[in-house]
């Protein structure tokens, strides 16, 4: 199970627009929406290369810096260390319970990693997606940088003193040199809204504009390829891992009679959420792009579906896991009121993704390329989910929160 966790995508630029049918979603937003997997992880240690000055359609071999694109939120230290003269006292510090933390050797150094949270990736075994970085300075512990994965599939790793951050559109590898982090190799991809991958790669040694988009799109596969589930790095939860309160929660029902949406929500809690780690509350979100119904023994529905699974703490559902299943859903229909899924043919991911996705889509291509790219509507319409499951079920709960990141207010 652990090497699929590893493929699925998690809190990504894989979104979800305000569709009819199963993607029915109105309102207004308003939270900003939560920072998605689209932007990297922190690059701290890299070279700030200002774009050139050129004609848009070379940029690339011009020497356009692709890091431009990315304009990650500037991160404030939450680990406590003040007076703090080993580790050991920052673990011990009770304003640091409900983080965690683990010690591991990076580059030349070793190093404390204080977690925001774990999540469950195995039984009693606990992986984190963010960490703030610690050394011991001259004067005791001093704060070094902070990272963050895109999601879930993606636990922090730890491979021949290489500190790897990644996502579904990116992978960055990390050394520490003179109490610094620094990035030794970087690649990730962009589509645009037709569906076309561009990919970029650089070195410590290099900048994007050494490689080709083809050399950039094989090492992209190389730096996924070199991800090993002996390199994750198990957190300890500071507290205890019971630190963090629980409730007993409704199972979630699709809001109304649609006989595809109910089977497909179906499906998703009883085949798909179980392959993530266990948690309070799994909620499939299904965005439409079309249904064939002509042949009622294989009714065929197109969409891009995402599940998310959360842990009630307190009125607050964190999320845990969860991922991105695009794909054709075919179904047979049992009479007028109800279906049943009987196959699913998934989208593939990284280099696999956009092949596959031509494949299943077929003319729906475009339009499945639109819905997936507006991360704005999936924020919304996932937050109007939320807000109707609440409400159904009259329960006291005022917000959600993804991991590593600032609640978002249902009401």
């Known amino acids: ?92 510090k009770e ?54 994965a895109g999601g879930t599939a993606y636990p922090l790793m730890v491979i021949n003193d290489t500190l790897y951050i990644g996502g579904n559109h990116f992978m960055i590898k990390y050394t520490i040199r003179d109490n610094a982090l ?8 962009e589509y645009d809204t037709d569906g076309n991958a561009t990919y970029y790669y650089r070195t410590e040694d290099t900048s994007f504009a050494d490689h080709t988009p083809e050399e950039a799109e094989a090492k992209f596969g190389d730096l996924f390829g070199e991800m090993d589930e002996n390199g994750i790095v198990w957190f300890s939860n500071i507290g205890g891992d019971d630190n963090a309160e629980s409730g007993s929660l409704p199972r979630y029902e699709y809001p109304d009679d649609d006989p595809y949406c109910n089977a497909i929500t179906e499906y998703f809690l009883d085949e798909i959420a179980p392959q993530y780690a266990e948690a309070d509350l799994s909620v499939p979100q299904i965005a439409e792009i079309d249904v064939d119904e002509s042949d009622p023994e294989d009714v065929k529905v197109w969409g891009n579906f995402q599940i998310w ?27 007028e009121r109800t279906a049943v899924v009987t196959s699913f043919d998934e989208v593939g991911d990284g280099s696999d993704f956009d092949a596959s996705a031509r494949k299943i889509f077929g003319d729906r291509y475009d339009r499945f390329m639109e819905v997936y790219s507006d991360e704005e509507s999936r924020e919304l319409f996932r937050k109007n989910i939320l807000i109707e499951y609440v409400e159904s079920n009259g329960l006291n709960i005022t917000a959600y929160q993804d991991y590593g990141w600032d609640p978002v207010t249902l009401f």
């Open 95 to 148: 304003e640091n319970r409900g983080m965690a933390y683990a010690n591991v050797h990076i580059g030349d150094t070793d190093v404390l990693l204080v977690a925001s949270g774990t999540y469950e990736y195995e039984p009693d075994g606990y992986a984190a997606i963010d960490s703030e970085i610690f050394y011991y300075g001259d004067n005791g512990p001093e704060y070094m940088d902070y990272v963050q």
């Open 1 to 92: 199970m652990k090497n699929k966790v590893l493929s699925l995508l998690i809190a990504t630029a894989l979104s979800t627009a305000l569709l009819s049918g199963c993607g029915n979603a109105s309102g207004t937003a308003e939270e900003p929406a939560v920072q998605q997997e689209s932007e990297p992880a922190d690059t701290a240690g890299a070279e700030e290369t200002p774009a050139a000055e050129t004609d848009e359609s070379d940029e690339y071999a011009a020497g356009f810096d692709p890091s431009d694109v990315y304009t990650p939120e500037e991160h404030h230290m939450k680990t406590y260390i003040e007076g703090c003269d080993t580790f050991t006292q920052i673990i011990d």
């Open 182 to 189: 620094v990035v030794s190799e970087e690649a990730y991809v």
């Open 309 to 335: 699974n959360y842990d009630l703490e307190g009125d607050v559902l964190k999320t845990v896991s969860g991922g991105t299943h695009s794909g054709l859903i075919h179904l047979k229909k049992t009479d």
